[in-house]
């Protein structure tokens, strides 16, 4: 038999779920209002002083003031980012572990190291902080001025110049992969532990190239101990516009470009993804900070929400993973 609901009951009935519904609204601001409660740890897959480092840390001590809590920032460098990435992907889900990733993390890692688990879905997408071009830096000691002489000295000598990466998979690498392929070259990949160690290499002679991000190889270009001949974007670089694109040096349609963003592990409350959302926005906004982002090379990039950045990074993603199968990149090489 049908139960049939008096006026007083439908009254009591649509009251509880107002109520229920008012609740978890109230729980949600709640969370949002008492976030965060302690310090945050922001993992990085790259060791101190490289140009995560000179992103990183003017963003966390932005947003220690904005927040009030300390951000504190937790280099764990190596296996090409995976330590960081697998260390991000499993932890609580509370808003106090962050991950800074970058345009290598997403889809590449995956493409690369065939016994990472983590997939580009496993990360809670908050908002992209910088976009940059890398910087492709020679030795001094090679004497190789320009990209021609680059490529003219590679096809001479196949096999005898070595470009430095931050390590297989990691930002720097498939770069420098596309380049080989695309210039038709035979330059050997020496990984390093990090994009600092691997611009040492460099600036030490023990390595002749490298393709790395702005805010690490500018320091050691004005010190004389590298030389900078091009930049890796498809048009030049309105904060370096007196280098040429490697395109303009003869490799037809090579582009590639590296971006920063906040995430977060899987399952990440919404609040809280508003509330880290709303404080990115913030900073970014900031003259000091845009300053500060600009010397080192970046150009400050936020999203205009969390659900566009977490589409725009997976499509970018799959576009990056793409590309590292096609150049042949796989640990090892």
């Known amino acids: 038999m049908a139960t049939v609901l008096t006026g007083h009951k439908k009254l009591l009935i649509l009251l509880a779920l107002t109520l229920g519904s008012i609740s978890g609204a109230s729980v949600a601001q709640q969370t949002q209002q008492l976030y965060p409660s302690k310090p945050i740890r922001l993992i990085i897959g ?38 960081a990435a697998a260390a991000a992907a499993t932890a609580a889900a509370d808003g106090y572990t962050l991950f800074m990733h970058n345009s290598s993390h997403l889809g ?21 902080w910088t976009t940059a071009p890398l910087l492709l830096a020679v030795s001094v000691g090679s004497g190789i001025q320009n990209v021609p002489e680059l490529i003219k000295r590679a096809k001479a000598a196949p096999g005898k110049l070595n470009y430095a990466s931050s390590g ?3 930002g720097t690498h498939l770069p420098g992969l596309l380049f080989t392929n695309a210039a038709g070259v035979d330059i050997v990949h020496v990984p390093y532990k990090g994009g600092a160690p691997a611009l040492q290499g460099v600036a030490s002679d023990e390595t002749q190239l490298t393709f790395a991000t702005p805010p690490s190889a500018l320091p050691l270009a004005k010190a004389n101990k590298l030389k900078i001949i091009a930049v890796t974007s498809a048009n030049r670089s309105p904060i ?53 982002i600009l010397a080192s090379g970046n150009e400050v990039a936020p999203s205009k929400s969390s659900s566009e950045f977490a589409t725009w990074a997976l499509e970018d993603g799959v576009r990056q993973a793409k590309l590292a199968l096609e150049a042949g990149a796989a640990a090892g090489q």
């Open 108 to 128: 590449t890692l995956q493409a690369i190291y065939k016994q990472f688990k983590h997939q580009p879905g496993d990360y809670t997408a908050i908002s992209r």
């Open 168 to 170: 297989v998979g990691g």
């Open 240 to 292: 370096f516009p007196e280098l040429p694109t490697v395109a303009e040096g003869g490799v037809s349609g090579y582009e590639y470009s590296f971006w920063f963003g906040l995430f977060g592990p899987p399952g990440l409350p919404a609040p809280i993804v508003q509330r880290l959302f709303e404080a990115s926005q913030a900073v970014l906004r900031d003259p000091e900070l845009v300053k500060r």
């Open 46 to 83: 790259f060791p101190p002083g490289g140009g995560a480092d000179a992103v990183a840390r003017p963003i966390a001590e932005a947003l220690s003031k904005h927040l009030g809590q300390a951000v504190v920032v937790d280099n764990k460098p190596g296996g090409g980012t995976t330590i």
